[in-house]
Nanobody
Framework: QVQLVESGGGLVQAGGSLRLSCAASGRTFSMYRMGWFRQAPGKEREFVAKITWSGGSTYYGDSVKGRFTISRDMAKNTAYLQMNSLKPEDTAVYYC?????????????WGQGTHVTVSS
């Protein structure tokens, strides 16, 4: 199994920035991709960004393209989500997820989430 712990959430004004971190532990050698999702109150979970662990290829949801950047530090088994030009509609609980080899589904393990609140 892989355990994930997110950090870096908080309260920020519109236009500001935050950087989220997702630290992985356990069977990290099996990680294939890491991603970020978010869920706002009363809304469905939304894909934010993902990165392939070895190659570093990145993909983004339309609502965050050009504002958010996903990256990873393989030595630290940590993924990051740099969020710039934040908007009130970015307010949500942000979840980190990891996909591992030899398991079905794109993402197999999830963190507990970190709250991000953007005030107008």
């Amino acid at each position: 199994q892989v355990q994930l712990v997110e950090s870096g959430g908080g309260l920020v004004q519109a236009g500001g920035s935050l950087r989220l971190s997702c630290a992985a532990s356990g069977r990290t050698f099996s990680m294939y991709r890491m991603g970020w999702f978010r869920q706002a109150p009363g809304k469905e979970r939304e894909f934010v960004a993902k990165i392939t662990w070895s190659g570093g290829s990145t993909y983004y949801g339309d609502s965050v393209k050009g504002r958010f950047t996903i990256s990873r530090d393989m030595a630290k088994n940590t993924a990051y989500l740099q969020m710039n030009s934040l908007k009130p509609e970015d307010t949500a609980v942000y979840y980190c997820a990891v996909g591992v080899v030899a398991r079905s589904g794109e993402f197999n393990y999830w963190g507990q989430g970190t709250h991000v609140t953007v005030s107008s």
